[in-house]
C-alpha cells in the first residue's frame, strides 16, 4: 500500500483515533496500540488545583504516535488561535486538529470561522488538520489557505451513521490535492472500509471504538478494514452496473445437453 | 497576592511569577500551558513573567477527545 503522507510525515496507518468515551485510559491505549494507528487525537480542559487523577497523556504517548491537539469547545477563530497556541505549549507539537462547532446539539462546524482560522493558523506555523462540512466547495478553500488536509463529516459527531454524505464526499476525494481524512459518523468498519474503497486517504474513528462492547477487538476490526478498503482503491474497482441485468462470470456453453 | 486560576480564587502565596505558581500548585514538568489573561506564556519565560494582583490564568491539561 501507498504511504499516507502528509505536512512531509509518513504514516503506514490510515486509520486515526479519537481517545473520548473510553472506560478507562488503560482500555484506551491497549485500543489504540491494537489499532496500529499513528495519529490520535487529544483534547484539553483546565486544570482542577486538586486534581490527583491519571493523566492521559501517558497513554498516548508513543514513539509511533503523532499527536493531534483539537480545539474542541471553542466557538471562534479567534478562540481558535489561543487554543492551538495552548495546544502547541501543552504537547509540544504544531499539529493542530481544527474543529469549531459552536452548536452542542449537532456538534457541525462553522464554516466561516473554520476557514478564517485555518488561514491564520497555517501563517502561525500550525499544521491545520481542520474538521469540516463536506462541502467540495469549502474543502478547496480550506486546502488553498494551506490546510494539510481536509476532514469532512460522514454524519454528526458521535452518532455512528455512516457515509450520509457519501456523494459529497467523492467530490472532495475527486478534487482534493491534499489528503482527505473522513472524520465523525463512522459507526462500522464497513463504513470506514467504503470511505478508503472511494479513495480517502484515511479515516478518523472514535465513538464507534470506545464505545463498542470490546474496544480492542473492534480497533483491529477497523485497522483490518481501513487497509481492505484501501487496498481495493489502489487495486481499482470494477464498474458497476447501472441496472441489474447479469453478465455471466462463467462460460455460458452447454456442456451438459450437448 | 489574590489571582484568579479557572476562574477559582487562588492566594500566590510565594514569589510572584509564573514559575512560582507552578511550583505552588505542583505542576508537572509537560502537558500543561499557562495564559494570564488570554495571552499564552510559554514556559520558557515562567521564571520572568510577573503575576500582578487580580490577574486571571488559564491553566490547561490533556484530556481524552476525538
Not at chain 1, 468515551?21 to 487529544?42: D, P
Not at chain 1, 505549549?89 to 485555518?118: C, M, Q, V
Not at chain 2, 503575576?51 to 490564568?57: N, P, V
Request: hydrophobic share 45%; net charge negative.
Amino acid at each position: 500500500m501507498e504511504k499516507l503522507i502528509i505536512a512531509g510525515r509518513e504514516f503506514d496507518s490510515r486509520l486515526f483515533l479519537g481517545t473520548g468515551k473510553f472506560n478507562s485510559n488503560q482500555q484506551m491505549e491497549e485500543a489504540i496500540l491494537a489499532s496500529g494507528t499513528e495519529m490520535v487525537t487529544v483534547a484539553m480542559k483546565r486544570i482542577e488545583l486538586d486534581d490527583k487523577e491519571d493523566d492521559m497523556l501517558r497513554h498516548i504517548v508513543h514513539p509511533h504516535i503523532q499527536l493531534l491537539p483539537n480545539t474542541s469547545g471553542v466557538r471562534t477563530a479567534e478562540e481558535a488561535v489561543f487554543a492551538a497556541q495552548m495546544a502547541r505549549e501543552a504537547f509540544g507539537t504544531n499539529w493542530l486538529k481544527l474543529e469549531i462547532h459552536p452548536d452542542p446539539r449537532y456538534l457541525l462546524p462553522d464554516s466561516t470561522e473554520t476557514l478564517k482560522a485555518t488561514e491564520e493558523l497555517v501563517k502561525l506555523g500550525f499544521v491545520v488538520l481542520p474538521y469540516c462540512q463536506a462541502d467540495p466547495t469549502l474543502c478547496k478553500r480550506l486546502e488553498e489557505a494551506g490546510a494539510a488536509t481536509v476532514m469532512p463529516l460522514a454524519a454528526p459527531i458521535g452518532t455512528n451513521k455512516g457515509l450520509q454524505t457519501r456523494d459529497f464526499l467523492r467530490i472532495i476525494i475527486e478534487q482534493s490535492n491534499v489528503p482527505v481524512v473522513v472524520d465523525a459518523g463512522i459507526g462500522a468498519p464497513s463504513h470506514a472500509a467504503e470511505a478508503m474503497e472511494m479513495g480517502a486517504a484515511a479515516c478518523l474513528v472514535n465513538t464507534a471504538i470506545a464505545v463498542a462492547g470490546n474496544p480492542v477487538e473492534m480497533a483491529i476490526a477497523f485497522k483490518e478494514a481501513v487497509i481492505a478498503g484501501r487496498r481495493a482503491y489502489e487495486a481499482g474497482l470494477g464498474i458497476q452496473a447501472d441496472n441489474l441485468v447479469a453478465s455471466a462470470s462463467s462460460p455460458l456453453t452447454s456442456f451438459l445437453n450437448e | 497576592m489574590k489571582i484568579k486560576v479557572n476562574n477559582k480564587e487562588t492566594e500566590l502565596t510565594q514569589g510572584n511569577n509564573v514559575a512560582s505558581l507552578a511550583q505552588q500548585l505542583e505542576l508537572p514538568e509537560q502537558g500543561v500551558a499557562i495564559a494570564i489573561n488570554n495571552r499564552m506564556i510559554p514556559r520558557s519565560q515562567w521564571a520572568v513573567q510577573e503575576i500582578k494582583e487580580g490577574d486571571s490564568l488559564v491553566i490547561i491539561k490533556a484530556a481524552c477527545g476525538g
